[in-house]
């Protein structure tokens, strides 16, 4: 009894010991290879992390501040204090309105890094405008800028409700057929007739008489913001909309408005979805007309300049000059991007010295004859006894995209800038998934024959049908790269494209490394489930809808947005796609600029990938004993 009692704790320790010797089976130093794979750990994290790091540009930063009565403007909060809808509201249409006026002005850098703004929330009735520019000078002006829109939108907000009962007056009074006392009262019934002024509420009759000379000097300013607000959503839309006209039309090179209004107008008689844009275009600008009516009165009349920087109401702290540029932090994420290549080239290290990947990698090499001719053989049996041959891979997505064209150009037109190329650098590496993975859950059952008579790796199977789809997404790339040449040069007159091209391979070893991961699984698992084969393809069905290709996730937004990245890793792998080949998603009439993925979600995405590698090769591994069995 006391010997059992005194060996227990002997024993117990032996196991950890055991547990901790798992990741260090091979005794003495590091071997040759292991030194290298660390080096190129180090070196591939430099390579990633370096050129996004090294072209930041210098950006200087400041802030502005509005203020504002929240008693008055009492719809931008709640009972509780937050922030409304009709707040975000105010944001939103304040940044678009900045934008508008920056490209009416021909500057499209506004977004970029050292050329964008951010409004921050303090207090209740207080928010920070921060500005981001090239220079100091720049970002102040930016800054104040930002304000000032936004103290036009708190405005707006407020004035709304005045036009709310201003119309509902003058809507009791139209129908008692009173005629109208002044040309503003005119100019009100002009935007009852066209629904000129859309409100979340519909306008309801108001009993008591009211006159905009009756109005306070404060609600008078409020009520021309809100139609100055209302005017530039007008202009915008009239905008986009002849945007899209032109490029279905091929006007945009027609400069006198006499001949391209009667090109719109022939191409419309042939085309009815031209039609109906065109119609809807000519009702923004009559809407647009009205509008401005009223405002020109307001300001001829009344004299209600807008003077943001005068305390009221609502009104704009301007931005200080920033003395230095914000700190780029080059040294730590370099270093940073140094530890991390260490770490994961030491855990890859353990893993292999316990695991043996390397020989089985060895093993692999071997056999990398008869996957090149697996490889091959996939590739001449697709295109066998067919025409054009090995055309069709370059054929094969033109043909796609112009489908999606047609679709969404003429059947549910999109406002995406440069559609062509958003929708084909999305398209191609969704098309090398979908093959990758219906053809690797069929890669076992498929070669049953070869799997009993001669012993090989099981592996080499799914690594073929990858390997395969991934040599017919590299056929593809001069297509790829054609339309988006052509598109480039007939929609902004120059090629678009970037240096940030140079992280496609990248972009392509973590796609394949995904695919590879999911084939393991899903061809080991439909050896014991035949019934997977059939259900891939209707999954992959559903997973091309809940992953970005034909549209952008940013026009979604919020916690939706997010759930998709997370849980769908191709989404985030198109992202990276279209940041680098296409750029931000844009609306038409806007130049869309590539830059390199973010490197928290490059992080996220890679973690990902190689736990779906891992557990995809564990569950290989544990089945592929018994495939012949099976088979």
Known sequence: MAQNISSAPLAQPSRMRRGLRLLT?????????????????????????????????????????VRFDTTRYAGLYDAAGNPSPDFQVALRDASDALRQRLLAERNVRF?????????????????????????????????????????????????????????GWELVAALQGEAPANRFQTHLRAIIEQSAYPMNRAIEPVAVRM???????????????????????????????????????????????????????????????????LELRDQAIASRQSIQDALRYLLDTHDTIFMPEQPGPAFRVAADVPAAPVPRQIAPLLLLAVVAGLVFGTISVAVDRSAGVMD????????????????????????????????????????????????????????IALFPVFLIVGLLPWNYCAEAITSGTRSIIDNANLIKKVYFPREVLPLASVFSSLLNLLLSLPMMFLVMALTQWLALGRLNFAWTFAYLPVLLIIQTLFLVGMTFFLSAFAVFVRDTVHLVGIVIQFWFFLTPV????????????????????????????????????VAIGQIPTPAPPALDSMLRVLVTVLLILAAGYWFFQRQSAQFGEEL
């Open 25 to 65: 089976t091979q005794r003495g130093g590091l071997r040759l290879y292991q030194w290298l794979w660390l080096l190129f750990c180090v070196v591939a994290a430099l390579a990633v992390v370096a050129p996004r790091t090294l072209s930041q540009p210098l950006v200087y930063q400041t802030s502005a501040e």
């Open 111 to 167: 977004g970029a890094p050292n050329y964008r703004i951010a409004y921050v929330p303090q207090a209740p009735g207080v928010v920070q405008v921060q500005g981001f520019g090239a220079t100091s000078a720049e970002a102040q002006t930016l800054a104040n800028a930002a304000a000032d829109e936004l103290v036009r939108q708190v405005q707006a907000a407020g004035g709304r409700e005045v036009l709310r009962n201003l119309l």
């Open 211 to 277: 006159d905009v000379a009756s109005l306070t000097t404060d609600e008078r300013d409020d009520l021309t913001r809100s139609l100055e607000s209302r005017y530039d959503l007008w202009t915008f839309e009239v905008n986009t909309r002849n945007a899209a006209l032109d490029a279905s039309c091929n006007t945009a090179s027609i400069t006198t408005t006499g001949r391209r209004e009667a090109a719109l107008a022939a191409c419309a008689a042939t085309a009815p979805t031209v039609a109906a844009e």
């Open 360 to 415: 089985k990698l060895r093993d692999l090499w071997q056999y990398r004859a008869l996957i090149s001719n697996l490889v091959l053989r996939d590739l001449r049996a697709r295109y066998k006894g067919s025409t054009l041959g090995y055309l069709w891979t370059q054929l094969a997505p033109l043909l796609l995209m112009l489908v999606f064209m047609f679709v969404f150009s003429l059947l549910l037109p999109t406002s």
């Open 550 to 585: 034909f549209y952008s996730l940013d026009l979604i937004g919020g916690s939706l947005a997010r759930v998709v990245r997370w849980l769908n890793p191709m989404a985030s792998i198109i992202e990276f796609y279209r940041e680098i080949l296409y750029g931000n998603t």
